[in-house]
């Protein structure tokens, strides 16, 4: 039995990608079926069946993560579909269109900017210029971290003083350095290197194919050699995988042993483009021989058992087939099982919430003098655990020490008294809520005490700077964009004629 969850937008990847025919938006289902769930296409044009993607291996997960969406909340009907996800305000204009801004909104937290277009350097001005128009998005008090890119260039030094001239403008905000290894540890060895900065960091994104397991371990390491030259160094660590996954228990290992320095470890569930074409043209060919089957055995009406029996073998190849095919595959869960088989359960589904669940910490970011930022993508987007590390504990998700989903609801209400200043009521509510979400049998210390007592606070970001954030993006392509998610994405990159999505380079 199939059950409609939501409905949204899609692009056909049948008429996207093979067919060519451009970016057109199709209505789309987000539906559940034998406790999976799925993204079908319902494109108007005869593709002999609709196209759809398998979008996660586990109901009970995806249901939990969607019941974190700050518009949705915890409704579920007692049928076990999401209700009132129609009237969701923010995706919709006044004609129940879903509507996309065209410019960064407060939900955005990174914004990316390329420093090099059209094979040559932004020119000061043109910095500037874009810096000053980022900056007029957000409200006085909300920051947003920039990630500046420079793909093409291998001009060191060039890239080198971009990045210091847009820390000097953008002062007390985090600026990501996303370059190749090669070249970030280039820049690393530089003597006036943009790495000296205040709160410019490192951010790498490593292509891990199964086989080049070993190769990512000398490279990291080597990398990690130079950044640990730097103090107080925090770096972004992003592993793009594909299935099937590399061997990621040695992976992990050396990642979160590396607290010290990086910081963030993000997981990218990606589908590379060159097999993802390939895997949809034999998609599009087994729907176009079904098709011939089809009319021949309406056309031979004699040998109509013959016919059937051998269609229906056919069939059932095609749809074994169909069952492993890239393009029909984009479940974040079945990272997050290898993850489990990978930490020997240290680290397993339950342990990942929603990256938006960090919007509860966004006042006691402030507190601590980080500034206020809004953490608020799209549940489905992106998951996320803290991995604390203490001198008496060893990279444990934080959900194991405290109850993450009764603090983010029972703080959801406050989270707008809380955005200026704490006071003296708040307080007391916040410090009565932190000790309610104790996980039972674990002994903490009073949190709210280490977050708001300056003598404790060396004690407190000792604590922080040792802390990982292993963060699963689950990525969108061309092939299974959801338009209600691409509303509310965290990420936008900025290009000539306005911003795009990052992770679909779309809308």
Do not use: W
């Not at 199709?26 to 993204?39: E, M, T």
């Not at 810096?131 to 920051?143: D, E, L």
């Not at 979400?437 to 903490?444: A, D, K, R, Y």
């Not at 802390?467 to 689950?474: A, K, P, R, S």
């Amino acid at each position: 039995m199939e059950t409609i969850l939501y409905d949204t937008q899609t692009f056909c990847p049948i008429c996207t990608i093979i067919n060519r025919k451009g970016l057109i938006l199709k209505p789309a289902l987000v539906v559940s079926r034998d406790d999976k769930v799925y993204l079908k296409c319902c494109c108007d044009q005869n593709h002999g069946k609709q196209f759809e993607t398998l979008y996660c291996s586990s109901l009970k997960f995806f249901k939990r993560i969607l019941s974190f969406d700050p518009v949705i909340g915890n409704r579920f009907s007692s049928g076990g579909g999401i209700k009132d996800i129609e009237g969701m305000g923010k995706y919709n204009d006044g004609n129940n269109q879903i509507k996309v801004s065209k410019n960064p909104t407060i939900s955005n937290f990174v914004l990316e900017f390329s420093i090099f277009q059209n094979s040559l350097f932004l020119s000061d001005d043109e910095i500037k210029h874009n810096i000053q128009q980022f900056q007029t998005f957000y409200p006085k008090n909300r920051k947003f971290v920039l990630k500046v890119i420079a793909r093409g260039s291998n001009n060191i030094n060039e890239i080198n003083d971009k990045v210091k001239y847009i820390s000097s403008l953008l002062k007390g905000y985090p600026i990501l350095l996303e370059v190749t290894l090669e070249r970030l540890n280039e820049i690393g060895k530089l003597n006036n290197s943009c790495l000296l900065g205040a709160k410019v960091y490192p951010a790498v994104k490593y292509y891990l194919k199964q086989g080049d397991e070993s190769t990512f371990f000398r490279e990291i390491n080597q990398l990690l050699t130079v950044l640990r030259e730097y103090s107080d160094m925090q770096c972004v660590v992003t592993v793009a995988l594909e299935r099937k996954f590399a061997n990621l228990t040695d992976v992990l290992k050396l990642l979160r042993k590396s607290n010290d320095v990086i910081r963030f470890i993000i997981l990218s569930l990606e589908r590379p483009p060159k097999q993802l074409v390939e895997t949809l043209t034999i998609h599009n060919n087994n729907n176009n021989n079904n098709n011939n089957n089809n009319n021949n055995n309406n056309n031979n009406n004699n040998n109509n058992n013959n016919n059937n029996n051998s269609n229906s073998n056919n069939n059932s190849n095609d749809d074994d087939q169909e069952s492993i095919l890239t393009c029909n595959i984009n479940d974040p869960y079945e990272l997050i099982q290898e993850i489990e088989r990978s930490t020997n359960g240290s680290i397993n589904g339950d342990d990942f919430y929603p990256l938006n669940v960090g919007q509860a910490l966004e006042p006691m970011l402030n507190m601590m003098g980080y500034g206020l930022y809004s953490i608020k993508p799209s549940s489905y987007c992106s998951f996320a655990t803290c991995l604390v590390n203490t001198p008496t504990i060893e990279s444990r998700p934080i959900n194991r020490l405290l109850n993450i989903g009764k603090l983010y609801y029972d703080l959801l209400p406050l989270l707008p008294e809380l955005e200026e200043k704490i006071g003296f009521f708040n307080g007391l509510k916040l410090k009565s809520i932190l000790k309610s979400c104790n996980i039972p049998g674990v002994q903490l210390p009073n949190l709210f005490d280490y977050l708001t007592d300056r003598s404790k606070s060396e004690i407190t970001r000792k604590v922080i700077d040792q802390t990982q954030i292993l963060i699963i993006h689950n990525n969108m392509d061309l092939a299974s964009l959801d338009l209600k998610r691409r509303c509310n994405c965290s990420v936008e990159t900025k290009i000539k004629d306005g911003f795009i999505s990052s992770c679909t380079g779309c809308i």
